[in-house]
């Protein structure tokens, strides 16, 4: 006879926006194809910034294609499932040594999944798993140092002090004799800043002209771009790093913006950097981003954690835009248990 408990274990619950500002969880079917690999959730992140616009509506009808996130269901604006930071148990594969290790998938929010084997990465040794939940954005943060070009020796500013905008510090303050200055409005992300070996600043102490020889700017706000091209030295690179959806963005260009022969490029994780692009895979950045993530000085990037059962009440006021947190967490009941 088959055991009732056995059964409702194989049961699945998934997040979905449903409509603007809320959030449902859902059944979920569980189809394991050939060659798939079946998981259960163990912890999902919240891209904070993606993710606060796909729960407001905000994604635009040109991105839907392209925003549309690995075995998403549905379709935007609403209802669909959404979310790509994914870190579970394995509970059968066909290689049987995967069973039981932690791994990362790209995949929506959901307690038990089916996955191709070729999006499933083991983590390495030393990465807990909660702390996994930020490798997408430090495959974005790698990205966007490639893109803009920094190296040893160089002035960096790095404008907005979020997720991105930290990791991309953390991985810049690592180059030698580099001298990485992040700017942001909120005095509370100083010891996170000073612990990676950058210096923060206000944006009022910025002095002019501009000296930086990158600047790097991930605040997604109008404001934040014009503290970035002001902090710009002559003929320097300017990152655009955020994502605004269907906002518009004021884009101060007067000023010294044309006489700095400025140049502002946009980087966005979907593609491998141009200039690492014919040797790095996705499997390489991923497998890389993964290893640069066993630092015990990153877990401060992990402020909000709650339970899945509670994502219907909880997970709007965190993506709200007053929110004031970095990182959130879905925790998932102890597969154990």
């Not at 004021?250 to 140049?263: E, I, T, V």
Request: charged share 20%; net charge neutral; with cysteine.
């Amino acid at each position: 006879m088959a055991n009732p408990t056995d059964d409702k274990r194989r049961e699945a619950r998934a997040l979905w926006y449903a409509e603007p500002g809320r959030v449902e969880l859902r059944r979920a079917e569980l189809f394991r194809k050939e060659g798939d690999v079946t998981l259960r959730m163990l912890w999902s992140g919240v891209s904070r910034g993606t993710e606060r616009l796909v729960c407001q509506g905000q994604v635009p009808a040109s991105e839907y294609e392209r925003m549309a996130a690995p075995l998403q269901e549905g379709a935007f604006p609403f209802p669909v499932k959404y979310g790509y930071c994914a870190v579970a148990r394995v509970e059968a594969a066909d290689e049987a040594d995967l069973i039981g290790r932690s791994v990362f998938c790209l995949h929506p929010h959901q307690t038990l999944f089916a996955a191709p084997r070729a999006m499933v990465s083991p983590l390495p040794a030393g990465l807990p798993p909660r702390r996994a939940t930020l490798t997408a954005n430090m495959e974005t943060a790698l990205n966007a140092v490639w893109d803009s070009g920094a190296g040893p020796g160089d002035r960096i500013y790095v404008i907005g002090a979020g997720v991105l905008g930290l990791l991309v510090a953390y991985l810049a303050a690592r180059l030698p004799g580099a001298e990485v200055c992040v700017v942001d409005l909120q005095d509370s992300r100083r010891a996170l800043v000073e612990s990676f070996g950058a210096r923060f600043a206000h944006p009022a102490q910025l002095g002019a002209p501009g000296d930086g020889d990158v600047v790097i700017h991930a605040s997604a706000s109008s404001a934040g771009l014009g503290v970035a091209l002001g902090a710009a030295g002559l003929e320097a690179r300017v990152i655009e790093l955020s994502w605004y959806g269907t906002a518009d963005v004021l884009a101060p260009l007067g000023g010294a913006f044309h006489s700095q022969r400025l140049q502002l490029i946009s980087s966005q994780v979907g593609q491998v950097s141009p200039g690492r692009r014919p040797r790095w895979s996705y499997a390489r950045r991923l497998a890389k981003a993964l290893e640069l993530l066993c630092d015990d000085r990153l877990d401060g990037l992990i402020t909000d954690e709650i339970a899945f059962e509670d994502a219907p009440t909880q997970l709007p006021d965190l993506l709200g835009k007053q929110a004031q947190g970095l990182a959130t967490v879905l925790r998932y009941a102890d597969p154990s248990a």
